[in-house]
């Protein structure tokens, strides 16, 4: 298995400009999730979905928009990027058992982009 | 306001020395989870705890969550210099609905010097 799966590894945008990072994985999990790391700020949840057809907002949504068509993908847009948007981005998956949720969460390499 | 405060921000030792890393919140977790991270990568679960004052050990790491479930500490014994990296604790809160959401703390950067 390959896990979780994030491309671009690096990106530089012009304000204004948009673009899609790409996540997948390949665990059968249900709940997939989108965090950004700034220094001395700590992970912020920015989307996250609980199944294929099902998102919802976490801390930080703004400026960004997701959509959930499949179990294994779990797409971030950005539609007129932003200075305030650098930072690195990681997408991550977890599962149930038996309808309860154990909150691990596997993280994929990140995504470092620059809004210049 | 930071729901989950950790401390110390940063710890530089030499191999060899005990260390302990704290993570405390005024909210009750149903669970708390540890995670490393290393530069240029994701963060890597090491344990969850989700019963007041359970002891997990692993290897030279001990975890203690606390017995109220409002926090959590991290003791590594013998500290090696491949245990250099982001500490992060995450909590799931009790919310009795479910909880998809995991709160993170900032983070402890540990630096072992050999």
């Known amino acids: 298995n390959a896990g979780v799966t994030q491309t671009p590894k690096f990106q530089v945008l012009k304000t204004g400009q948009s673009m899609t990072l790409q996540c997948a994985q390949d665990m059968n999990h249900e709940y997939m999730s989108w965090y950004r790391q700034d220094p001395g700020m700590g992970l912020r949840l920015i989307h996250y979905?609980?199944?294929?057809?099902?998102?919802d907002q976490g801390e930080v949504p703004n400026g960004y928009n997701v959509s959930r068509s499949t179990t294994e993908d779990f797409p971030l847009r950005l539609l007129s990027a932003a200075p305030s948007q650098t930072s690195v981005y990681f997408c991550a998956s977890s599962y149930s058992i038996s309808g309860r949720w154990y909150n691990e969460q596997f993280f994929g390499p990140g995504t470092r982009l620059t809004v210049l | 306001t930071q729901l989950l405060e950790q401390s110390p921000q940063f710890l530089s030792i030499q191999e060899g020395e005990n260390l302990t890393v704290y993570c405390n919140s005024s909210s009750v977790f149903s669970s708390l989870q540890w995670y490393r991270q290393e530069p240029g990568e994701g963060p890597v679960l090491l344990v969850t705890v989700v019963t007041g004052g359970e002891v997990k050990k692993l290897k030279r790491l001990t975890f203690q969550f606390g017995d109220a479930r409002k926090d959590s500490s991290l003791h590594i014994t013998a500290a090696q210099p491949g245990d250099t990296g982001l500490y992060l604790c995450?909590?799931?809160?009790?919310?009795?609905?479910?909880?998809?959401?995991?709160?993170f703390g900032k983070g402890t950067k540990l630096s072992v010097i050999p």
């Open positions: 995450a909590g799931a809160l009790d919310s009795g609905a479910g909880s998809y959401q995991l709160t």
């Open positions: 979905s609980v199944g294929a057809g099902i998102t």
